[in-house]
C-alpha cells in the first residue's frame, strides 16, 4: 500500500486520487488506469466525466419504465404484469468511459419485476398477454392424427418459431413418440384434458380424472409438468379453472381463434383475421389441419411484419420483456 502511495506521490496527482476515488465505485477500478497508464486522461477529462455523468442521469429519466402489475380486465380477466426498465447509471457510465466516443453513450438496463404477478391471483382464467408487451403465442391443440404434425413442426423450425401444443391425453397415449418430438424441437407442451369433453358438462370428479391422468401421461412420457391447461373447446366454469388451478395449472384460453379446424374456414379467411386481429400479446388458437399448414407460413409473416415476436405462451404470459 506504502509503495501504491508513493507511485501516485511520484506522479504528482495526489489530487486525481482524491478525486477518483470520490466519483469512482471502487479503488480497484482506479488501480485498473493507474496500471494502463491512464490516470492522466482521467485527471484531465474531470469536465467530461461531469458531462457524461450528467447526460446519462437526464437519458435515464426519459427511458426508464415502471413496473405494470397483474391485473383483473372485465373482459379479458386475469392480464400478467410487464417488467419495467431502469438504466443503471453506473454500468451505463463505465461502459461508455472506456469507449473513444463519449457522446454515443452505451446504455445498460436492469428489468424491475412488478409487485403483483399472476401467481397473486387464484382461480381467474387468462385469455392474453400484457398488452405492452410485442410478442404473440400460437396455441396449438392436438386431439386427433398425426398427418399434419410434421409439416407443421417443419414450417415452425424453418421460420424459427416456437409454440405451445396442448395435447389431448388419449391422443397422447397413442403418439408418445410423436410428442417427445415436439418437446425436442424446443416447443412447450401444455393440458388439453384426456378424452376432449366439453369440462363444463362434466362432473368435478370427471374434471379431476381428465386432467390429472393427462397430466401423468405427460410426466411419463416426457418428463414435463404442464403449467397450462386449455379446456376442450374452450367451455369452462369456475369448477374447471378451480381444478385446474389445484393441479397448479392456470386456465388459457385464446385471443383469436382461426377456426381451421371448420372445412368452410379458407386460409384467405385465417390471414385477414389474423392481420386485423393479432396485436401485443394475443394468444391464437390453431389445430393440426391441412388449412392450417397451408396458411401457417403467410400467418407466421403477417405476424412478423407487424413487429411481433412468436413465443411460447409461457414466453408471452412471462412479465419479462
Given at each position: 500500500m506504502m509503495n501504491f502511495l508513493l507511485r501516485i506521490f511520484g506522479l504528482g496527482l495526489t489530487v486525481?486520487?482524491?478525486f477518483y476515488i470520490a466519483e469512482s465505485d471502487t479503488i480497484n477500478d482506479y488501480i485498473t488506469y493507474v496500471k494502463a497508464g491512464k490516470v492522466e486522461s482521467v485527471f484531465w477529462q474531470d469536465q467530461g466525466d461531469k458531462d457524461l455523468r450528467a447526460a446519462i442521469h437526464a437519458g435515464a429519466k426519459k427511458k426508464n419504465r415502471p413496473a405494470i402489475d397483474a391485473r383483473i380486465d372485465p373482459v379479458w380477466k386475469l392480464i400478467p404484469g410487464y417488467n419495467g426498465i431502469q438504466v443503471d447509471e453506473n454500468k451505463?457510465?463505465?461502459?461508455?468511459?472506456?469507449?473513444?466516443?463519449h457522446k454515443k453513450i452505451e446504455w445498460v438496463y436492469r428489468e424491475i419485476k412488478p409487485k403483483i404477478t399472476i401467481n397473486h391471483f387464484q382461480q381467474v382464467p387468462i385469455y392474453r398477454g400484457n398488452e405492452q408487451k410485442r410478442s404473440v403465442a400460437l396455441m396449438i391443440n392436438v386431439a386427433w392424427g398425426t398427418e399434419f404434425l410434421p409439416q407443421?413442426?417443419?414450417i415452425l423450425e424453418k421460420e424459427h418459431v416456437k409454440a405451445t401444443f396442448f395435447l389431448d391425453g388419449s391422443w397422447l397415449s397413442k403418439h408418445q413418440a410423436d410428442a417427445k418430438k415436439i418437446l425436442q424441437a424446443g416447443h412447450e407442451l401444455g393440458n388439453h384434458?384426456?378424452?376432449?369433453p366439453l369440462m363444463s358438462q362434466i362432473s368435478e370428479a370427471?374434471?379431476?380424472t381428465e386432467i390429472a391422468k393427462t397430466e401423468k401421461l405427460l410426466g411419463q412420457c416426457c418428463k414435463q409438468r404442464s403449467r397450462w391447461f386449455a379446456p376442450p373447446a374452450g367451455d369452462f366454469n369456475q369448477?374447471?379453472?378451480d381444478v385446474a388451478e389445484s393441479h397448479?395449472?392456470?386456465t388459457v384460453l385464446w385471443t383469436v381463434d382461426t377456426v381451421d379446424w371448420r372445412r368452410s374456414t379458407s386460409v384467405s379467411d385465417m390471414t385477414r383475421k389474423i392481420d386485423e386481429k393479432v396485436s401485443n400479446g394475443s394468444l391464437i388458437l390453431t389445430h393440426p389441419t391441412n388449412r392450417t399448414v397451408e396458411a401457417f407460413p403467410k400467418l407466421i409473416q403477417i405476424i412478423k411484419k407487424k413487429g411481433l415476436k412468436l413465443e411460447r405462451v409461457s414466453d408471452v404470459l412471462s412479465s419479462n420483456r
Amino acid at each position: 500500500m506504502m509503495n501504491f502511495l508513493l507511485r501516485i506521490f511520484g506522479l504528482g496527482l495526489t489530487v486525481v486520487f482524491v478525486f477518483y476515488i470520490a466519483e469512482s465505485d471502487t479503488i480497484n477500478d482506479y488501480i485498473t488506469y493507474v496500471k494502463a497508464g491512464k490516470v492522466e486522461s482521467v485527471f484531465w477529462q474531470d469536465q467530461g466525466d461531469k458531462d457524461l455523468r450528467a447526460a446519462i442521469h437526464a437519458g435515464a429519466k426519459k427511458k426508464n419504465r415502471p413496473a405494470i402489475d397483474a391485473r383483473i380486465d372485465p373482459v379479458w380477466k386475469l392480464i400478467p404484469g410487464y417488467n419495467g426498465i431502469q438504466v443503471d447509471e453506473n454500468k451505463t457510465f463505465q461502459k461508455t468511459w472506456r469507449k473513444n466516443n463519449h457522446k454515443k453513450i452505451e446504455w445498460v438496463y436492469r428489468e424491475i419485476k412488478p409487485k403483483i404477478t399472476i401467481n397473486h391471483f387464484q382461480q381467474v382464467p387468462i385469455y392474453r398477454g400484457n398488452e405492452q408487451k410485442r410478442s404473440v403465442a400460437l396455441m396449438i391443440n392436438v386431439a386427433w392424427g398425426t398427418e399434419f404434425l410434421p409439416q407443421m413442426l417443419e414450417i415452425l423450425e424453418k421460420e424459427h418459431v416456437k409454440a405451445t401444443f396442448f395435447l389431448d391425453g388419449s391422443w397422447l397415449s397413442k403418439h408418445q413418440a410423436d410428442a417427445k418430438k415436439i418437446l425436442q424441437a424446443g416447443h412447450e407442451l401444455g393440458n388439453h384434458a384426456y378424452s376432449h369433453p366439453l369440462m363444463s358438462q362434466i362432473s368435478e370428479a370427471r374434471m379431476e380424472t381428465e386432467i390429472a391422468k393427462t397430466e401423468k401421461l405427460l410426466g411419463q412420457c416426457c418428463k414435463q409438468r404442464s403449467r397450462w391447461f386449455a379446456p376442450p373447446a374452450g367451455d369452462f366454469n369456475q369448477t374447471v379453472v378451480d381444478v385446474a388451478e389445484s393441479h397448479q395449472m392456470k386456465t388459457v384460453l385464446w385471443t383469436v381463434d382461426t377456426v381451421d379446424w371448420r372445412r368452410s374456414t379458407s386460409v384467405s379467411d385465417m390471414t385477414r383475421k389474423i392481420d386485423e386481429k393479432v396485436s401485443n400479446g394475443s394468444l391464437i388458437l390453431t389445430h393440426p389441419t391441412n388449412r392450417t399448414v397451408e396458411a401457417f407460413p403467410k400467418l407466421i409473416q403477417i405476424i412478423k411484419k407487424k413487429g411481433l415476436k412468436l413465443e411460447r405462451v409461457s414466453d408471452v404470459l412471462s412479465s419479462n420483456r
